[in-house]
């Protein structure tokens, strides 16, 4: 089964960066961590943009984002903590996906960076751009050090 993968991008440039930072660390990110099915919890701040946020999940799946364990925690069961600090930011990014490539492959630990490419595709060209992306391009990338 694919391996599954949720990012989530905030601006809290309009709440308080301490609480911010100490909700994300302290309690949003270890109840992510407790629940069955979630891998690496990494959070990245903009190096241009210090109020933004970026957050990675590794899932066993992307089905554990309907699991009992997660929906205990998420969605509308956020704690009184969460609903306080994500109503003073602005969401920028919710992303689930499914992993296609390379294999099983997990993300290396303590990687250092994460490069997000997104794009859309129209409908006719979708069959030529994936095959593109997954015969040329991803292989082209997988050949630099590092790279996954």
């Known amino acids: 089964m694919a391996k599954g993968l949720l990012i989530a ?13 100490d909700w994300y660390d302290l309690e949003h990110l270890p109840e992510r961590k407790a629940v069955p099915g979630f891998g690496a919890c ?26 009992q364990a997660y929906e205990a925690i998420a969605y509308a ?3 009184p903590w969460s609903k ?5 930011c602005t969401r920028l990014l919710r992303f689930e996906g499914s992993q296609i490539g390379p294999g099983p492959t997990a993300a290396p ?19 030529d ?13 997988l050949r630099y050090n590092g790279a996954v």
Do not use: C, Q
């Open 9 to 21: 991008a905030f601006d809290f440039s309009t709440a308080h960066a301490d609480e911010f930072h």
């Open 42 to 67: 990494e959070r990245w701040i903009g190096d241009e943009k210090p109020n933004y946020s970026v957050a990675t999940y590794d899932l066993d799946t992307v089905g554990v984002l309907r699991s």
């Open 84 to 88: 306080r600090v994500t109503a003073k």
């Open 129 to 141: 751009f994936n095959a593109w992306y997954n015969e040329e391009h991803v292989p082209m990338l």
């Open 109 to 127: 630990a303590g990687a250092g960076g994460f490069l997000l490419n997104a794009m859309n595709v129209a409908p006719e060209v979708e069959a």
């Open 77 to 79: 069961n956020l704690s």
